[in-house]
């Protein structure tokens, strides 16, 4: 089968431009293959630092022939009396290329009209891919493009060459004043130029010459040479993910290297030696017997150069390695009193003070959401006053991702409580989507008000995340506080707190925007568990409830598919609509004249003790499996009782009682919007 390659050499790549690049090559292949009638069985992207591209394969020689059928005006106005054509009929057939004896006449409706059948015949594969590659490149967008030879070109990055071959044959063109070749370029140090003969031969003559054009082959490549490595050093090491794929982003020929940083850095705090390692020098940390090692793993790009590339890698490691003893060693010195104090020194934002009124804002939430969770923690209080205790941490100022990590080893050499200590760095979880919660609870209660403080006190001072801009990152941090109050089971009521933070806080009372933006953040949460659109909109209403609100969205998928469900529905609707305008829940059951009612009552009473006991206990399940026994006796009451009675007084206790029924159902949600998409 036919082959297509398709390579652009440019100046190296920025990592964050993969991802994009990857998607728009992809999908503009596919578009333009797929409007130019070119089938095709499989497309191949591949990026790597000095290069990007595709291959092809599976592709027919020509394009499918092709045919158009073009609608042309009625019949009666193409022809005059003498059957000749008009103007209108000589415009059609110029327009459509065509003939007046290859006119169509077809009826649609009562009306004849003229129509046109346009055959075109295929082009060859080859000339079409000369004018959709120039144009899907030239419409490539990126973050942040350069320009070159004085301003005439942009793109990702400068362009040196273009590769260009279906099968052995050159795909012609010419794009930033570089034509089209059958010559691609091996590695910068290592590799050679390289004149293709067939775009069989790509892969295995670049690999010949130190690049591996593929992004997920190099992943395999990085990850084969770890497993060497732990095979040959006999080392435990940490394979992380990200730092894989960063290495094989930066690299067109991994291999790995082993190297040793000095010794007596092992005193150091692990997270300090990590965070150099990896961090900073996108290495490997590695193990020996289960304990930290201070061998480590790099990646050269390329071959051969190892002593001089494990003497650069230490060379850096230890500097900055002893940079962090200096900080850390100054740090310790620093007494807690002293470090809390210099909190003050700090604006956290602008309208939100310091630090130091940070965490005492914090303090002050903390023990009121460990109140309402009926939690008793004496450390509550004092983990919420000293969680960002590290903020003026030196060690911090040079390595900010420690921040968190370097207060729990403060306050630990400090002796405070283990509550105290991992609360200061677990209270910054969970940090994305698939972050897990903390196991400890005063970590947990922490976390919440330091995020419902952010959320209250920047909506409060009027920095609330429009489209896709959220600088504070607010969207996560509500995440966060869903997450943590689900996962917890904690019984809370968000409108509470967030008015005890604003009451805190002394800024503009924005309850209602946070409310919006809170509910916008819990429906998305819904849309994650695949609830529906119905489901979604019936328990926004209790947003601010998350665990109740997120079990009834749950109880509620068991249901809504059933049809006796929607019959028990459609009954409460018909409760609620004839008494939503009632403004009374005011009523007297020895009014009740009707046996209908008087039954209907009766089984009122029945459900309510137990639907309630059920609500208490947060049992949707079987809260809503109680209410459905309402249904024979809701149809009967209006079979059998007209509610707008002419006597008033019945027809307000009757109102006042069905409003009191329909007020059952909002525990679970709103009952008005199900089955309303």
């Not at 030239?138 to 301003?151: C, D, I, Q, R, V």
């Not at 990590?274 to 061998?295: D, P, W, Y």
């Amino acid at each position: 089968m036919n082959k297509f390659l398709f390579e652009i050499g440019v100046e190296e790549l920025p990592s964050s431009e993969y991802k994009n690049i990857i998607v728009q090559l992809e999908e503009n292949l596919k578009n333009s293959l797929k409007n130019k009638n070119i089938k095709y069985k499989n497309i191949n992207i591949f990026i790597a630092p000095r290069r990007f591209g595709a291959i092809i394969d599976g592709l027919e020689e020509k394009q499918e022939d092709s045919k158009e059928e073009r609608k042309g005006p009625p019949k009666n106005i193409c022809y005059d009396k003498e059957n000749k054509p008009t103007k209108a009929l000589i415009g059609f057939l110029k327009g459509a290329g065509i003939n007046e004896d290859e006119v169509v006449i077809r009826k649609i409706g009562n009306n004849d009209y003229v129509f046109a059948e346009i055959y075109k015949k295929g082009e060859d594969t080859i000339e079409v891919l000369k004018e959709i590659i120039p144009e899907i490149i030239l419409k490539m967008n990126f973050k942040k493009s350069m320009k070159w030879s004085e301003g005439k070109f942009e793109f990702v990055r400068p362009v040196h060459w273009v590769c260009s071959l279906f099968n052995d044959k050159v795909v012609e063109f010419e794009i930033f004043n570089k034509k089209s070749s059958s010559k691609t370029y091996g590695h910068r140090f290592f590799g050679d130029e390289i004149e293709l003969s067939n775009v069989n031969d790509y892969e295995s003559e670049l690999e010949k010459n130190y690049v591996i054009p593929d992004y997920d082959n190099r992943i395999e490549k990085i990850k084969k040479e770890l497993k060497r490595i732990k095979e040959e050093y006999d080392l435990e090491i940490d394979e992380d993910q990200s730092l894989i794929e960063e290495i094989a982003q930066l690299t067109e020929y991994p291999t790995g290297v082993v190297g040793e940083f000095k010794e007596k850095y092992m005193k150091l705090p692990e997270e300090i030696i990590i965070v150099t390692v990896k961090h900073h020098q996108r290495s490997f940390v590695a193990k020996e017997n289960n304990k930290m090692s201070n061998k480590f793993v790099s990646f050269q790009d390329g071959i051969g150069r190892e002593k001089n590339i494990i003497k650069g890698y230490a060379r850096v490691i230890n500097a900055r390695l002893d940079d962090a003893a200096f900080y850390y060693e100054d740090d310790l010195k620093v007494s807690l009193g002293e470090r809390f104090e210099n909190l003050d020194s700090i604006t956290y934002q602008k309208g939100l003070g310091t630090y130091k009124d940070k965490v005492l804002r914090m303090e002050q939430l903390s023990q009121i959401i460990a109140n309402k969770i009926k939690y008793e923690n004496k450390n509550v209080k004092r983990a919420a006053k000293l969680s960002k205790i590290d903020v003026t941490s030196k060690v911090v100022y040079e390595f900010s991702e420690l921040q968190g990590d370097m207060g729990r080893i403060i306050l630990k050499e400090m002796k405070e409580d283990e509550d105290v200590y991992l609360a200061s760095s677990l209270h910054y979880h969970p940090i994305e989507e698939n972050d897990s919660i903390p196991k400890n609870l005063v970590a947990n209660v922490v976390s919440l008000s330091d995020r419902i403080d952010d959320i209250a006190g920047y909506i409060g001072i009027g920095k609330v995340p429009t489209g896709s801009k959220d600088p504070f990152a607010l969207r996560r941090k509500a995440f966060g506080i869903f997450r943590i109050i689900i996962d917890k089971e904690w019984e809370l009521d968000l409108k509470e707190l967030f008015k005890e933070s604003i009451n805190i806080l002394k800024v503009n009372d924005e309850l209602e925007k946070i409310s919006d933006f809170m509910s916008s953040r819990f429906e998305t949460i819904l849309l994650k568990e695949n609830m529906n659109s119905d489901i979604i909109s019936t328990t926004l209403i209790n947003w601010n409830r998350p665990l109740r609100a997120y079990l009834s969205a749950q109880a509620l998928k068991e249901f809504v598919e059933k049809e006796e469900f929607k019959e028990f529905i459609t009954a409460f609707q018909r409760v609620n609509n004839i008494s939503k305008s009632h403004n009374s829940y005011e009523y007297s059951g020895r009014m009740f004249k009707e046996e209908a009612e008087k039954e209907l009552f009766d089984k009122y009473l029945e459900v309510k003790g137990n639907f309630e006991e059920y609500i208490r206990i947060m049992d949707y399940k079987s809260a809503i499996n109680e209410l459905l026994f309402l249904k024979g006796s809701i149809d009967n009451y209006f079979d059998k009782v007209f509610v707008m009675d002419k006597d008033e007084a019945i027809r307000l206790n009757r109102l006042g009682f069905l409003k009191t029924l329909a007020n059952l159902f909002y525990d679970i949600g709103d009952v008005t919007r199900l089955y309303q998409g």
